[in-house]
């Protein structure tokens, strides 16, 4: 059985993250963003301010750097042991434990901004994309005005969400909730 946390400032969620150790764990999120639209499409003003309401599993504290050398080695026919492979630069840098161990919470790493984010290795989501008003927009018109990103057939995808843009996590049998993960979930239900 689940317990659930009803919790009032983001930085309660760090600190779960912070205590919920660094294994490898399937994860459950509620998550409201705003995507990035192509700015010279001819929609960009008519949808600017519209929302991505995600229901997203995945993974926290995966290995990427094994997860890229076990993918190439699989595709190459060779022993992962016979892969090498460094990982690129990035824009944050992981929070650890006393221990060295990455724990899943990135800050920025050039600016100290005081903001969290997660690192989420995503398996698969239900979307809905909403307007300010509340009114749904269609996921082919949002195909057509976001930004694309190119995908590697070696990486895996890696996501590092602003803690505060989650708001709702599942992980160990707790549910953390934001006060308004409630109107996030009855836009996914309702859409």
């Not at 490898?24 to 519209?50: A, D, I, W």
């Not at 026919?77 to 824009?91: C, F, I, L």
């Not at 006393?98 to 989501?125: A, I």
């Amino acid at each position: 059985m689940n317990t659930t946390v009803k919790i009032t400032n983001a930085l309660e969620m760090v600190g779960f993250l912070k205590t919920n150790k660094t294994n490898c764990q399937f994860v459950s999120m509620l998550t409201v963003t705003e995507p990035k639209l192509l700015k010279r499409h001819p929609l960009f003003r008519q949808y600017n301010g519209v929302k991505k309401v995600s229901r997203r599993s995945g993974i926290l504290n995966m290995n990427y750097n094994k997860a890229v050398r076990n993918r190439i080695a699989s595709k190459l026919g060779v022993e992962v042991s016979e892969v090498e492979y460094e990982n690129g630069n990035v824009w944050y840098k992981h929070l650890t434990t006393e221990e060295g161990k990455n724990l899943p919470l990135v800050v920025n790493k050039t600016k100290d901004d005081g903001k969290h984010y997660v690192q989420y290795f995503p398996r698969k989501s239900t979307t809905t994309y909403v307007m300010p008003n509340g009114e749904i927009v269609p996921e082919s018109t949002m195909k057509e005005i976001t930004s694309k990103e190119t995908k590697s057939e070696y990486k895996p995808a890696v996501c590092a969400f602003n803690i505060e843009n989650i708001k709702e996590l599942k992980a160990r049998k707790i549910v953390m909730k934001t006060q308004d993960a409630a109107t996030a979930e009855k836009i996914l239900v309702g859409a």
